[in-house]
């Protein structure tokens, strides 16, 4: 099986379960009524190798947002995106000089809902290992490539916890090397970690 | 000399309180340096409500009143000052409570601006740092206001700017506001 298929059969296992995912961040009390959600979509490009990578940004750190943060290449669907999944291939093209027609598309996962209301669905993807990207200098600083595996293994997901008061708000933080994975980065990876099976939960 | 209730003790009269708040201006309690002269018998919870003599003051803008002749003293204690009164009074942990916040914009152009339990607006920046600092239960979360004295964020205040902040993502934990970067994740 390559692995395109084999994370193919993995989603389409893992999304078949029930299991506990991350609660989507509260919304945000400030917004009355009905929310309208913003759709934006990440891409989560793993490299096809023995030891799979998976592909993460680091934004600059002069940005005016999200400035040094690591991220997934992704952002806004447009509307000129045919769907999340063009939304996704053109963010990471525009970003890191990904070619589109490079990425084997696997499928998408659990989405994410922001606190500020971004719902993001992470589209996964099969891209050949070694590809020359070049960070976009005006958003992104730099791109490197860490081990899937360890990305997804529980054990490298660090739990940190916000308390005021009985106000408590939980985040992951996965640090790899000098980088430091937060978030809501950090959060979808964490349920992409168990819909991939590398973090069964008895649910 | 015996101690009258607090309303008594202001030789500025009520409608030149109000006058001066009308204004946006508060009265000049640092220029005033009268004896100090007793305690008012009041206490500011740390929930920010006000008590006289155990009893908590209901009326909101008696509250809003007094806390315009809010000082706080070098020695770190409070007091209620008038050109000729000053009263010493018990405050529990912070005199004020952000009940309530405004964000626009986004990272570094992110603007936080804050309304106290007393109606007073205060915006989050160079002059009015957000910080958190570590209690005994815990790490809580002030806000400069003015004079050495601050707002004690409300909980469901905090777990806005908490959420703003998770979402923002990054270097650190925390958020911008007016210019400057308020860390809100306790570390130094």
């Known amino acids: 099986m390559t692995l395109a298929e084999r994370l193919r059969a993995a989603l389409i296992e893992g999304h078949r379960e029930e299991t506990i995912l991350l609660p989507s961040a509260t919304r945000d009390p400030r917004i009355d009524g009905e929310m309208v959600l913003a759709p934006a979509a990440v891409l989560v490009a793993i490299t096809d190798r023995a030891d799979p990578g998976l592909i993460l940004t680091q934004r600059s750190s002069s940005l005016r947002t999200h400035a040094g943060q690591v991220a997934f290449p992704g952002g806004r669907v447009d509307e000129s995106d045919p769907d999340e999944i063009a939304g996704a291939l053109r963010e990471a093209r525009e970003e890191i000089g990904l070619p589109s027609d490079q990425v084997q598309i696997i499928g998408t996962s659990d989405r994410y809902h922001t606190f500020t209301g971004f719902d993001i669905v992470p589209v996964l993807g099969v891209v050949p290992p070694d590809l020359p990207l070049v960070p976009q200098q005006s958003e992104v600083d730099d791109w490197f490539e860490l081990p899937l595996a360890f990305a997804l293994d529980p054990a490298n997901r660090i739990k940190r916890v916000m308390e005021f008061q009985g106000a408590e708000r939980h985040y992951y933080e996965i640090l790899w090397k000098e980088r430091r994975i937060w978030g809501v980065t950090a959060a979808i990876l964490a349920n992409l970690s168990r819909r991939l099976g590398y973090d069964r939960i008895a649910a | ?188």
């Open chain 2, 1 to 188: 000399m015996p101690m009258e209730p607090p309303p008594d003790l202001a030789s500025l009269s009520l409608t030149d309180i109000a006058r001066l708040l009308a204004e946006k201006r508060l009265p000049p309690v640092d220029k005033w340096n009268p004896e100090h002269c007793g305690d008012s018998e009041m206490r500011i919870a740390r929930d920010g409500t006000w008590f006289h003599q155990g009893s908590p003051i209901g009326r909101e803008a008696m509250v809003r009143l007094f806390s315009t002749i809010l000082r706080r003293e070098p020695d770190g204690s409070y007091v209620l000052v008038t050109p000729v009164e000053k009263l010493s009074i018990e405050v529990e942990d912070a005199p004020f409570v952000a009940v309530e916040l405004k964000s626009e914009g986004v990272g570094k152009d992110r603007a936080l601006a804050f309304r106290l339990n007393t109606g007073d607006l205060v915006a989050a920046g160079p002059d009015n740092a957000l910080t958190v600092r570590e209690g005994e239960n815990g790490p809580h979360p002030y806000l400069y206001v003015r004079g050495g004295m601050e707002a004690l964020v409300a909980r469901s205040v905090y777990y806005e700017l908490v959420n703003l902040a998770l979402d923002e993502g990054g270097e650190r934990v925390g958020l911008w506001s007016n210019g400057a970067f308020f860390p809100l994740d306790g570390a130094a």
